[in-house]
């Protein structure tokens, strides 16, 4: 199954909403700072990968020395474990109007998406990349819809914003023991790990609260492993592998809208960078659960 696309959901769930805005990074290793939301997809290192296979090769040194280009030229992966077959693409052409013009026209084929091509920059003998990754998970059954009350978020700041969300509790919640599994929980500390089945099949929505601050990388470790070794306790108990009676779960309506330019992280020595922007955006990503 691929768990890894959703991820991102950790950075959020351990620390109170964040009052500045999202920010992408390319660093897996990278331990977010407090208060701070950050997004890692893989859909930049496909679109550098990209390149690297169009100049043949990656890049044998770099002048002076980029600790963000070397994460990037060494970072080893399955992009094909990773991404879904259907659901992303990557282009890397000729730094001109005529590639951008026809890779907005691909994109807007394969996935009816409209892009603005002007975006690309004309450099004489540059080259350029386009990458777009779109999923669209639904849940294989239906939750439940808040009617009359929201969830509170508080700031850092002390400011309470409102939200509205869906999901199941008390007696509703043994209806979902196929369709949510409770792959880690830990009530000390509220740290969980939650796959959700969705109507792709083996494509699962994982949501990870961790029990404290961690990188991506040692996120991803913690669900591969989670994901091995679930929970498979008696029924009712708290290790319990499956949403049981009592058990509680509240998704908010919550969309994170990330844009992050990496121009000046990425250029040096007679590496020129032109543009080099991730854009990011995830929606219902902030989830409480509680074990009845």
């Known amino acids: 199954m691929k768990h890894v696309a959703l991820i991102v959901t950790l950075m959020l769930a351990t620390h109170p909403l964040s009052t500045g805005a999202p920010a992408c990074i390319l660093n897996i290793d990278e331990v977010p700072p407090k208060g701070v939301t950050q997004v890692w997809s893989p859909l930049f290192q496909a679109s550098w990968d990209k390149l690297s296979e169009m100049q043949r090769g990656k890049l044998e040194k770099v002048v002076p020395p980029n600790v963000l280009i070397a994460k990037l030229e060494e970072f080893k992966w399955q992009s094909a474990e990773?991404?879904?077959?259907?659901?992303?693409?990557?282009?890397?052409?000729?730094?001109?109007?005529v590639f951008a013009r026809e890779t907005a026209a691909s994109i807007k084929?394969?996935?009816?998406?409209?892009?603005?091509?002007?975006?690309?920059?004309?450099?004489?003998?540059?080259v350029a990349a386009y990458g777009i990754l779109l999923r669209e998970l639904k849940f294989e059954k239906k939750f439940f819809r808040s009617q009359k009350t929201a969830l509170e978020f508080r700031s850092r700041t002390g400011q309470v914003r409102r939200v509205e969300f869906f999901?199941?509790?008390?007696?509703?919640?043994?209806?979902?023991?196929?369709?949510?599994?409770?792959?880690?929980?830990?009530?000390?500390?509220?740290?969980?790990?939650?796959?959700?089945?969705?109507?792709?099949?083996?494509?699962?929505?994982?949501?990870?609260?961790?029990?404290?601050?961690?990188?991506?990388?040692?996120?991803?470790?913690?669900?591969?492993?989670?994901?091995?070794?679930?929970?498979?306790?008696?029924?009712?108990?708290?290790?319990?592998?499956s949403l049981h009676r009592n058990d509680v779960v509240k998704i908010p309506y919550v969309t994170i809208d990330a844009d992050t330019d990496f121009k000046g992280q990425l250029s040096g020595g007679r590496i020129l960078i032109a543009n080099a922007t991730a854009v990011n955006l995830f929606e219902i990503l902030l989830v409480e659960f509680v074990r009845g």
Do not use: W
């Open 167 to 241: 999901g199941t509790a008390g007696s509703h919640s043994d209806n979902y023991g196929e369709h949510v599994k409770v792959l880690h929980y830990k009530p000390e500390t509220s740290a969980f790990i939650l796959s959700v089945a969705t109507d792709r099949k083996d494509e699962n929505l994982i949501i990870y609260r961790p029990d404290e601050e961690c990188s991506f990388r040692n996120a991803f470790e913690h669900v591969k492993k989670a994901v091995k070794e679930p929970l498979s306790g008696a029924y009712g108990s708290l290790t319990h592998g």
């Open 82 to 97: 990773v991404m879904p077959k259907d659901g992303f693409a990557v282009y890397a052409g000729q730094a001109n109007q």
């Open 109 to 126: 084929r394969q996935f009816n998406i409209e892009i603005d091509s002007s975006r690309v920059p004309t450099i004489p003998q540059g």
